[in-house]
């Protein structure tokens, strides 16, 4: 938040402290505060020392609106606050609500194109993620967040290239790569009466697999090109772009691997296999750039063999895999719980119980699509299935159960 100390200066005690401003100011009630204030400040400090931090901030901008009005900035600012609060505590719908509030109030204080928007927007485009309805809406906000960052001058940044590979990982998050089943007939779209139309079997309806592969390639592409041009300033900013860009092709691959043949039309086994090796080169290249400052560039390092880790695992070659871990390549000891870890036999079988829930036994059996009738699964609902992936924990290769229900597993006699 840009406020000037003398702004600041201005502002009731409890308010400077909580918006941090850079006067320190002891936060305490005197004979000179109005009711107002002594009534908001007693209530913020009883919900900070109960934890509600959300309710807190809500104490704050409530009187903020009284005292300042809806749209001073620091109203946004605090607004704002609120709700990502609320995204934390869980209450997305609300938090959504508010962002929302404090964008238009962003608006009317500083412009559409202000520079505080792209915050505000960018949280919405995270808060819409988190929402987990489609790539579609969290979108809107991004391109938002980047006309912003345009309009003011910060197209050819590390800012704007970061802020696009950031967007382009979390629609990927959002469903981006997860795929649809579309089906089309001169334009009516399946659903409602046109679901007749697809359990007749008329052949007059097409099948196509529809992917935001190309809404992500095109925020890449983009990053690409600009990162070419900053290398000056960041010397491996390419190099990470890269490994974005490639890890997208790969999770791309996973999910055509789901969709029939008949819906897949032209993109046959030998296409997925050729793009998997084609990231497979890119990842290599980019992590020997990483590596001649392997301390500063090591997240990255770490995304780039975790996805060739992915492909080794695609292409169902457990020696590789094996290779990766007991090389110490890459070690995810600290991201999975002992009690989600299994232990793996050379044929990809997993040694695991048996659990009160559907879940494959081998590692390389991943869920395949259905094609009865003619139509497949729903993707993103496939995806969430209990299933178990390959992880290197501590040079070992073992198989971590992702998915699954949050409760203790037991084993069925």
């Known amino acids: 938040m840009m406020f000037k100390q003398n702004a600041c200066m201005k502002l009731p005690s409890f308010i400077v402290v909580l918006t941090l401003c850079v006067v320190p100011v002891s936060v305490r009630s005197d004979d000179g505060q109005d009711s107002a204030e002594r009534q908001a400040l007693k209530h913020y400090e009883a919900a900070v020392a109960a934890g509600r931090h959300a309710e807190a901030t809500?104490?704050?901008?409530d009187y903020m609106e009284m005292s300042e009005g809806e749209n001073a900035p620091l109203t946004v600012a605090l607004t704002q606050r609120y709700g990502n609060l609320l995204r934390v505590e869980g209450n997305l719908r609300e938090g959504i609500a508010v962002l929302k509030a404090a964008r238009q109030r962003g608006i009317v204080a500083y412009g559409e194109h202000g520079i505080e928007l792209f915050a505000i927007n960018m949280d919405l485009g995270e808060a819409y993620v988190d929402r987990d309805i489609g790539f579609r809406k969290p979108k809107k906000?991004?391109?938002d967040a980047l006309e912003v960052l345009r309009e003011n001058g910060q197209h050819e940044t590390i800012l704007y290239v970061t802020s696009l590979v950031g967007i382009a990982s979390r629609l990927t998050q959002a469903g981006a790569l997860n795929g649809a089943l579309s089906f089309d007939n001169a334009g009516v779209n399946i659903g409602g009466p046109g679901e007749t139309l697809l359990i007749s079997g008329l052949s007059s309806v097409t099948q196509a697999y529809g992917s935001g592969y190309g809404v992500l390639e095109a925020y890449l592409q983009e990053a690409v090109?600009?990162?070419e041009l900053l290398d000056i300033e960041d010397p491996y900013l390419s190099a990470k772009v890269a490994i974005v860009q490639a890890k997208t092709k790969v999770l791309e691959t996973v999910y055509l691997e789901v969709v029939p043949a008949s819906i897949r039309g032209s993109v046959s086994g030998a296409t997925v296999r050729e793009k998997q090796q084609q990231a497979d080169n890119e990842l290599s290249s980019a992590i020997d750039v990483l590596m001649a400052d392997a301390e500063q560039n090591q997240d990255y390092i770490d995304i780039a063999n975790?996805?060739?880790l992915d492909i080794a695992w695609l292409s169902e070659d457990m020696e590789r895999m094996t290779g990766f871990?007991?090389?110490?390549?890459?070690?995810?000891a600290s991201q999975y719980p002992p009690d989600r870890l299994y232990e793996i036999e050379d044929d990809g079988s997993v040694i695991a119980p048996r659990f009160s829930f559907r879940v494959s036994s081998n590692l390389f059996r991943r869920m395949k699509a259905s094609n009865i009738g003619g139509r497949g699964p729903?993707?993103?609902?496939?995806?969430?299935?209990?299933?178990?992936?390959?992880?290197?924990?501590?040079g070992r290769l073992m198989?971590?159960?992702i998915n699954s229900?949050?409760?203790?597993?037991?084993?069925?006699?």
């Not at 809500?58 to 901008?61: D, V």
């Not at 729903?378 to 501590?394: H, N, Y």
């Open 399 to 401: 198989a971590v159960l």
């Open 58 to 61: 809500k104490t704050i901008l």
């Open 378 to 394: 729903d993707l993103r609902e496939t995806d969430r299935k209990p299933q178990f992936v390959p992880v290197c924990i501590d």
């Open 141 to 143: 906000y991004f391109d």
């Open 306 to 308: 975790g996805a060739r």
């Open 325 to 332: 871990c007991t090389s110490n390549t890459l070690n995810m």
């Open 405 to 413: 229900p949050k409760v203790t597993i037991e084993e069925i006699d």
């Open 225 to 227: 090109e600009l990162a």
